[in-house]
């Protein structure tokens, strides 16, 4: 098999029909895979690609990454590239077009057939991160009427293009669904038979402004295959299917991640990111949370005369603010991703802050307990010391744990995307409260 040493070689010593010989017998992505690996040199990535055979170019080119095609596309012929694109499925070609200047674009589309033209137009209408933006139009259609002998050689005739023939849909005159019917039901059925009579009429659709993330959701809860795609008028458009639902959960994720770490979502790679780019994308909310951080220092400012006065309480400052953050930050990982998973909604609030507390007062409890044995065994500071800095703990962490839960599900209800209430952000505002907590028990304790 060829590995990227050997196609390397090959192409070294101009090679080209033994490179030609051995991509014939591998799998589309695992090419793919090799020519992405050349990005070192544009190009080689371009000979070996005019090397392919037609009958998988076309298919190597929708596993590469999107700016590994950009560059292909771009130093073909428009002639070559419009061949790709009428190859391609209309999905992955109109994920390619929204990522090309509009006068490449213009010209490319050009040199597509009709069909590919409209296709390509008809996806790139829908907002995106849409169900209409990532649904593919490639699907079976079929009518009510139909035999199952004549659904077969429907099948037979125009399947070879078809994004998938598992699941065929059937519709009426105005193109509104009326059923779904599998090529294993027509299979098993009799060649009279009719379609109308054998399809399943409880079809579940997805409505074409649905969210991405919605339609993963979806899929996740029905475990489909495919899912077909309707507008506002129930006519079916296009279908989804669950390799398209895989690349929606990794980005999805991804952004998650990045919100969460209070970093500004980016569709490159790390390694493709420049480093500019990757300061642009950290440095908002680095600089956001340093300046919201300034408030903690202003509180300390405030209770200069307690800490004057006891200056043992400074050093317990720090001990409350990571663990009021990291408590804050477990509650607010766990509702964001149950939010993202669909198992908590709004009304579900009053129910997840009652848990959280109930967690909070065993935690800061189990905390106060451990810390009070070492305040007198190891710190031996006096009773009401110990006192201040045990009950803040409870106090803290029972409050950093309702905003951890309280704030995702507020930021949800009001549109937001509540991995932004992350750990960072949270840390940040129960900092702030952890020294308003601990100072107020210290005056009214010691009399400060």
């Not at 649905?210 to 279908?239: C, T, W």
């Not at 305040?375 to 951890?404: E, N, S, W, Y």
Request: net charge negative; with cysteine.
């Amino acid at each position: 098999m060829l590995d990227i040493k050997t196609l390397q070689e090959c192409i070294e010593h101009k090679q080209y029909a033994r490179i030609r010989s051995e991509v014939m017998d591998m799998n589309e992505a695992d090419i793919a895979s090799m020519l992405e690996e050349l990005e070192g040199s544009e190009s080689d990535q371009l000979k070996v690609f005019r090397i392919l055979p037609k009958a998988i170019a076309a298919d190597v080119f929708s596993y590469l990454p999107i700016e590994v095609e950009r560059k292909i596309i771009t130093s073909l012929t428009e002639r070559e590239a419009a061949n790709i694109i009428d190859n391609l499925y209309a999905d992955d070609a109109s994920d390619l077009m929204e990522e090309m200047p509009a006068g490449v674009v213009k010209r490319l589309l050009a040199q597509t057939t009709p069909e590919t033209r409209r296709d390509i137009n008809h996806l790139l209408q829908y907002p995106e991160d849409s169900a209409g933006s990532v649904m593919t139009v490639e699907y079976v259609d079929l009518k009510e009427e139909y035999t199952v002998g004549q659904a077969i050689e429907r099948i037979r005739r125009t399947g070879i293009d078809k994004e998938t023939i598992n699941t065929c849909y059937v519709i009426n005159q105005n193109r509104k669904i009326r059923g779904t019917i599998s090529l294993r039901m027509l299979l098993l059925s009799q060649p009279d038979a009719k379609i109308g009579e054998l399809m399943e009429e409880n079809v579940i659709t997805i409505n074409t402004m649905m969210d991405q993330e919605e339609v993963a959701h979806q899929f996740q809860k029905y475990d489909f295959d495919a899912m077909p795609v309707v507008d506002s008028e129930n006519r079916l458009v296009g279908i989804i299917t669950v390799d398209d639902v895989m690349d929606i959960i990794e980005q999805e994720a991804t952004e998650d991640i990045e919100m969460m770490a209070a970093i500004t979502p980016t569709d490159k790679p790390y390694m493709k990111t420049s480093v500019f780019e990757t300061f642009q994308k950290r440095i908002p909310w680095l600089l956001f949370l340093m300046i919201s951080a300034t408030f903690t220092g202003k509180i300390i400012q405030g209770y200069q005369n307690a800490l004057a006065a006891y200056s043992v309480l400074t050093m317990y400052i720090p001990m409350f603010m990571d663990t009021g953050g990291n408590a804050g930050g477990q509650a607010s990982v766990t509702i964001i991703r149950s939010i993202s998973l669909g198992e908590i909604e709004f009304r579900d609030a009053l129910r997840v802050i009652w848990k959280e507390i109930r967690v909070a007062v065993l935690c800061g409890i189990t905390l106060a307990v451990v810390n009070y044995g070492k305040l007198l065994l190891f710190d031996h500071v006096g009773m009401q010391v110990a006192l201040v800095v045990c009950l803040t703990m409870v106090v803290t962490v029972v409050v950093a744990k309702i905003v951890g839960c309280v704030l995702p599900i507020l930021a949800k209800q009001v549109g937001f995307d509540p991995a932004v209430m992350a750990s960072p952000f949270i840390t940040t505002i129960v900092d702030a409260i952890s020294l308003v907590i601990y100072f107020q028990i210290a005056t009214r304790i010691l009399g400060l």
